[in-house]
């Protein structure tokens, strides 16, 4: 007599939100745990501005990670939102990872954050940038640091650089799933349309290149992604607004050299990105103090959680 065919494992979801200030490493934390490049890095802070979702899919269990925008004390009404959709992510989630750095004191923003966790769902600490550590003492000094906080179920020491910890993270999050049948299809690793991740690549490298004071008044927007009908080639224009004149100068650089630079980089990404030959075509557009203009924080795609 045959054994019988065991039951297929119940297809489970969960939902997972990362949190933290600025540079704290959650973008390169999501790209380190679904493998894939969904969201841009620089050590520039606040280089995420919107919810990122990253998607891993084990067997029966489908991670859903949300990269929110680092915590911080807003400065305009862009910042406002982007620490609006932090919080309102605590909202939409099964289980909070909130991401340390291994040392120093808690900034207002940080201690804020905490506080709402202790009103939320479940939440886990993750002490970022171990590879940084010089010793386990450190460590252990970092980790009663954050248990004393008496807001965290675990505190998990990282690092998203050398991957330290992130397998272990799957088991621990597991758990926290609900079932029911997955919300994307098992081999997509993000729901962002095509034109976003090539603005995000297009920005990231405005942000890598340019100086200090001018990549946070950036935004990036797609005006037309067309396929060629006689060619394997993608057509892609690219406007990159910038809040002052001055600024569409620096941007443009010495005979177009500086955007030339910046599209070159972009393109090459884009190509791996869609996997085909990319006409990439950048300009810059003068939209004065837009990050404090409602009407133009909308048209430009950052809507509000």
Same mark, same amino acid.
């Given at each position: 007599?045959?054994?019988?065919?065991?039951?297929?494992?119940?297809?489970?979801?969960?939902? /997972?939100? @990362?949190?933290?200030?600025?540079? /704290?490493?959650?973008?390169?934390?999501?790209?380190? @745990?679904?493998?894939?490049?969904?969201?841009?890095?620089?050590?520039? %802070?606040?280089? *995420?501005? $919107?919810?990122?979702?990253?998607?891993? *899919?084990?067997?029966?269990?489908?991670?859903?990670?949300?990269?929110?925008?680092?915590?911080?004390?807003?400065?305009?009404?862009?910042?406002?939102?982007?620490?609006?959709?932090?919080?309102?992510?605590?909202?939409? /989630?099964?289980?909070? @990872?909130?991401?340390?750095?291994?040392?120093?004191?808690?900034?207002?923003?940080?201690?804020?954050?905490?506080?709402?966790?202790?009103? !939320?769902?479940?939440?886990? !600490?993750?002490?970022?940038?171990?590879?940084?550590?010089?010793?386990?003492? !450190?460590?252990?000094?970092?980790?009663?640091?954050?248990?004393?906080?008496?807001?965290?179920? $675990?505190?998990?020491?990282?690092?998203?650089?050398?991957?330290?910890?992130?397998?272990?993270?799957?088991?621990?999050?597991?758990?926290?799933?609900?079932?029911? %049948?997955?919300?994307?299809?098992?081999?997509?690793? *993000?729901?962002?349309?095509?034109?976003?991740?090539?603005?995000?690549?297009?920005?990231?490298? !405005?942000?890598?290149?340019?100086?200090?004071? #001018?990549?946070?008044?950036?935004?990036? *927007?797609?005006?037309?992604?067309?396929?060629?009908?006689?060619?394997? @080639?993608?057509? #892609?224009?690219?406007?990159?607004?910038?809040?002052?004149?001055?600024?569409?100068?620096?941007?443009?650089?010495?005979?177009?050299?500086?955007?030339?630079? #910046?599209?070159?980089?972009?393109?090459?990404?884009?190509?791996?990105?869609?996997?085909?030959?990319?006409?990439?075509?950048?300009? /810059?557009?003068?939209?004065?103090?837009?990050?404090?203009?409602?009407?133009?924080?909308?048209?430009?795609?950052?809507?509000? %959680?």
């Amino acid at each position: 007599m045959k054994a019988p065919k065991p039951e297929p494992a119940q297809s489970r979801s969960v939902f /997972v939100a @990362l949190v933290g200030r600025p540079n /704290v490493g959650k973008s390169s934390l999501t790209n380190r @745990l679904v493998g894939e490049k969904v969201a841009i890095v620089t050590q520039k %802070p606040q280089t *995420t501005r $919107s919810r990122i979702t990253g998607i891993v *899919t084990r067997g029966a269990v489908q991670y859903v990670f949300l990269d929110t925008p680092g915590i911080h004390t807003p400065r305009n009404k862009l910042d406002a939102r982007m620490t609006q959709t932090a919080a309102a992510s605590l909202k939409d /989630v099964d289980v909070t @990872l909130m991401l340390f750095e291994p040392a120093g004191e808690l900034s207002e923003a940080e201690s804020a954050m905490v506080d709402a966790l202790r009103k !939320a769902g479940p939440a886990l !600490a993750l002490i970022n940038k171990v590879d940084t550590l010089q010793s386990f003492a !450190a460590l252990e000094e970092r980790r009663r640091f954050v248990e004393e906080m008496g807001v965290f179920r $675990s505190v998990l020491p990282v690092s998203a650089k050398d991957g330290t910890g992130c397998e272990a993270l799957f088991d621990l999050l597991a758990p926290y799933g609900h079932d029911g %049948p997955h919300y994307f299809e098992d081999d997509a690793f *993000t729901d962002m349309p095509e034109k976003e991740l090539v603005a995000e690549l297009v920005r990231e490298k !405005a942000l890598l290149f340019l100086r200090e004071e #001018i990549p946070h008044g950036i935004a990036v *927007t797609v005006t037309r992604f067309k396929e060629r009908p006689d060619r394997d @080639l993608i057509d #892609i224009d690219v406007e990159l607004c910038c809040e002052r004149r001055s600024h569409k100068g620096m941007i443009i650089g010495k005979g177009g050299q500086m955007l030339k630079k #910046i599209a070159t980089a972009a393109r090459l990404d884009c190509e791996s990105l869609l996997g085909t030959q990319v006409n990439l075509q950048c300009w /810059v557009k003068v939209r004065e103090a837009w990050r404090d203009n409602e009407q133009l924080l909308d048209s430009l795609g950052f809507s509000k %959680p």
